[in-house]
């Protein structure tokens, strides 16, 4: 989604933002622009495409600059719709990420103005702009942002005055203070080579900052009071944020995650005993009855595989909601609901919005969450995070183990604290949980495998993942995988639902992906084999070692170690990873960029 990289200070002000905005570039985007201030004016430049190294802006004395990437929203993918945007006097520029939803009402305000954009950020400067005869351009900016409706962050610049302005509402932002030097961005990791320490606005909040003395004042727009914000020490560790010697990043990320999951397991388990990092408050499970999971996307998977476990070892009700489906119908909750929210980011908004609702109604509110001082993690009542570290590609992998470890962790400490199970199945389980990693490892070992079934079907247009029980989410997850990033077609289904419709697809062009492993329904996937190959259809199946009499029945088995079955998503669900990134490889797709797509999504 879009992102916003702000810097005031001296040294080559272009090449910071530059710099800031190419950090952003993993969140998705297609357009770009940047406006510097120099001593008398303000220089623009704007693209579609790629953030170029734009030489000829590093040359521009300038002392203070607003960058953006811009994702597509209100209008199509041109210069004009690009951000920064301005007035009519090209006297104030505003980057701005979110949506303002009452623009039609706002336009009353500035009429005579001509717009030359089809965005719903152009009125934002247009309005400022009109104050600017009654108001200094901080007052002015104060008054209009009261008038703006919807989720937006945004920031602002004025030729004539020495002042830079963010404004926050439902889209993050941040602001940082070094010295003389003072960052803005969308996103805490962007500020990772300047600085270890940050503001982290809230909503309703405003920071401006004057470039004469390089101080910096917040203003709650909501309250209209004055407030006074220190800087906070946040972790996020560059070296992670580097490529290294992978291809792309998404393959960085795959091969990572034994480390990420023996690190997330380290850091939350002591002696086979669960002692989170982040203490959970005493509160946070009293006398609750049920659980509702909200997510997005991959998170959302790893919510129904929690699913399996909660209900099997808590013996609790648990629902596992869109968090976008979640907030507009009504939810029935009460104070003995608990509400789980999942997010690798921690600022999609659709799971923002329905945890506000979740509280607004009286739940409490868990989150799992894998950035530290994101708005999710700010606004839960409780967080736990994953170790995942940075996760650049765009396609989550080893965010959505890691969330499958933390809530496995969250499973086996809630069982205990209903006392549904015992201190000794708890090691039992954490001993396998321990296992993982080295398993996982194995099964990366794969990739020449792999890469000959690739080999033989990445000119497919069309494929099918099927698995039960705990597997059926990992279908999901891998016919998403294979889609985002590949763009073939791919559906995830339940291995019984086959014969309920998918069936009719099957023929000697379409490969099922099978997950096969020795549960409860292996006789009846087994089957469903059966069915695929007496249609002639391809069958590639992850299935347990060892297993000859799938060997007999499927085109291509990729074999992984056994565990116990609740863990088997750990290791099932990274040949479907390595799959689905080959085949993009193959077919020259933009693996950690996919079109369309973005890291995070922060609109509804
Ligand atoms: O940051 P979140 O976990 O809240 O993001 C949710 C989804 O947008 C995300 O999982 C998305 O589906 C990924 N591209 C999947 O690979």
């Known amino acids: ?23 952003l570039e993993y969140r998705g985007y297609d357009s770009w622009g940047i406006a510097l201030k120099t001593k008398n004016n303000i220089e623009l430049k704007k693209s579609v495409g790629k953030v170029s190294e734009a030489t000829e802006l590093e040359a521009v004395k300038a002392y203070a600059g607003i960058g953006h990437t811009r994702w597509a929203t209100h209008g199509n993918v041109s210069i004009e719709n690009s951000h920064p945007h301005t007035d009519s006097e090209k006297r104030i520029y505003v980057v701005h990420n979110g949506i303002i939803e009452n623009v039609a009402e706002l336009r009353k305000f500035v009429s005579g103005d001509r717009f030359y954009s089809k965005t719903d950020t152009e009125i934002i400067p247009k ?11 901080p007052a002015a900016v104060k008054e209009v942002v009261g008038k703006l409706r919807g989720n937006f962050a945004f920031v602002a610049i004025d030729r004539d005055s020495n002042y830079l302005v963010a404004a926050r509402n439902g889209s993050p932002i941040v602001a940082a203070l070094n010295r003389n030097k003072f960052y803005i961005s969308s996103d805490l990791q962007s500020l990772v080579p300047y600085t270890d320490k940050a503001f982290l606005m809230n909503d309703g909040e405003m920071a401006i900052y004057n470039l004469d003395d390089s101080s910096v004042e917040f203003y709650n727009f909501l309250d209209r009071k004055e407030i006074i914000k220190v800087q906070e020490n946040y972790s996020v560790q560059f070296g992670d944020c580097r490529r290294g010697d ?33 203490p959970l408050g005493a509160g946070i499970f009293k006398d609750i009855n049920r659980i509702v999971i909200i997510a997005c996307g991959t998170s959302w998977h790893a919510g129904l595989v929690a699913e399996y476990w909660l209900e099997s070892l808590v013996r609790m009700p648990v629902e596992v909601e869109y968090a976008s489906e979640f907030r507009y119908r009504s939810p029935v909750l009460s104070a003995d609901t608990l509400i789980i929210a999942i997010s690798q980011s921690g600022e999609t908004a659709d799971t923002i919005a329905g945890i506000k609702e979740a509280k607004e109604l009286g739940a409490r509110v868990l989150s799992v969450c894998n950035v530290p001082g994101s708005t999710i993690a700010r606004i839960s009542d409780a967080t736990v995070f994953t170790q995942a570290g940075p996760e650049i590609g765009v396609a989550s992998t080893k965010a959505f183990t890691t969330q499958l470890e933390m809530l496995f ?9 209903r006392q549904k199970i015992s201190p000794k199945d708890v090691i039992n389980y954490l001993k396998n949980l321990a296992e993982i990693p080295e398993k996982m490892e194995r099964v990366l070992g794969k990739t020449e495998q792999i890469i ?15 698995g039960r029980g705990v597997n059926y989410p990992i279908a999901l997850e891998g016919a998403l995988k294979l889609k985002e990033i590949s763009y073939i077609h791919a559906e995830g289904y339940p291995a019984a639902e086959m014969k309920h419709g998918p069936i009719a697809l099957i023929d000697r062009h379409m490969p099922t992906v099978f997950i096969c492993i020795r549960d409860q329904s292996y006789e009846k996937v087994l089957s ?22 799938i060997t007999e029945l499927a085109d291509h088995v990729i074999f992984i170690p056994e565990t116990i079955v609740e863990l088997s998503p750990f290791l099932t669900v990274v040949p479907l990873q390595m799959l689905a990134y080959y085949i993009a490889d193959k077919r020259g797709c933009d693996i950690d960029k996919p079109r369309n797509l973005a890291k995070s999504v922060t609109v509804e």
């Open 246 to 278: 992978f291809k792309h990043f998404m393959l960085k990320e795959i091969f990572e995650q034994p480390v990420r999951l023996r690190q997330t397991f380290e850091v939350n388990v002591t002696d086979f005993d669960i002692r989170f990092a982040q």
């Open 452 to 466: 000959k079934i690739m080999e033989a079907h990445y000119t497919v247009s069309n494929a099918l993942f099927l």
């Open 528 to 549: 469903n084999i059966q069915e695929v190959k007496a249609r002639n259809g391809i069958v590639i199946a992850v299935a347990n070692d060892n297993d000859k009499r």
């Open 127 to 137: 309005l400022i702009a009109r104050l600017l005869n009654r108001y200094s351009f």
């Open 1 to 23: 989604m879009c992102g916003i990289f702000a810097y005031a200070g001296p040294g080559n002000c272009a090449e910071v933002i530059i710099n800031g905005l190419k950090s």
């Open 409 to 417: 962790l969250l499973t086996l400490y809630l069982a205990q604290y």
